[in-house]
């Protein structure tokens, strides 16, 4: 099994160029009272903020075979994935992972417990994976995905996995099957 795949998406820049406020340049500085460099706006004190973004996502299972999608798309264009996808704003984590399921599958999913929860701090981000049943064999792929597929355990295409979130959620959840018990896990990946 390979682990040499690189992260979900490229990490946002940590620069924001222009005040959203007023359209003036911003500054990297530590404003009054904080302790962290940040885009400021000299001109009207407007304070940008970057925070982590969220990829929610499914580990869908029907009949014992995982759901995987081939990427259409670049980072990892042709590497199969677990459908996951950046959380829009005013959704849960839990819509966000079903509508990603739908959008990059096709498929139809009832979520279960949350799964496994990966912080990603090189790329700014934090991945959130549910267990999901899928409800129908009938998959649609999306403009995102080239094909998706169930595949037997042992026709998991470990060298051609998308990102290490989506191999080390893998491995927890075949290293979980045999006392089916899949507890939420936390980790990072460095």
Not at 111 to 127: C, E, S
Request: charged share 20%; net charge negative.
């Amino acid at each position: 099994m390979s682990n040499e795949t690189s992260e979900f998406f490229f990490p946002a820049p940590r620069k924001q160029n222009f005040c959203s406020q007023c359209g003036t340049p911003t500054t990297l500085r530590i404003p009054p009272g904080d302790n962290r460099v940040r885009d400021l706006c000299e001109q009207c004190g407007a304070v940008h903020y970057q925070n982590p973004r969220m990829v929610v996502g499914t580990l869908p299972v029907w009949e014992g075979k995982i759901l995987l999608c081939l990427r259409a798309i670049e980072p990892r264009k042709s590497t199969w994935t677990l459908p996951a996808g950046f959380m829009e704003l005013s959704e849960t984590i839990y819509q966000g992972a079903e509508r990603e399921t739908r959008e990059e599958a096709g498929a139809q999913v009832s979520l279960k417990n949350l799964y496994t929860v990966i912080d990603i701090p090189h790329a700014d981000q934090v991945h959130l994976y549910f267990l999901a049943d899928v409800l129908s064999p009938v998959l649609d792929p999306g403009p995102e995905s080239l094909d998706a597929r169930f595949f037997a355990l042992d026709e998991i295409p470990w060298d051609n996995l998308s990102f290490r979130s989506v191999v080390a959620s893998l491995q927890h959840f075949i290293a979980d099957l045999p006392e089916q018990r899949f507890a939420t896990r936390y980790f990072s990946l460095d």
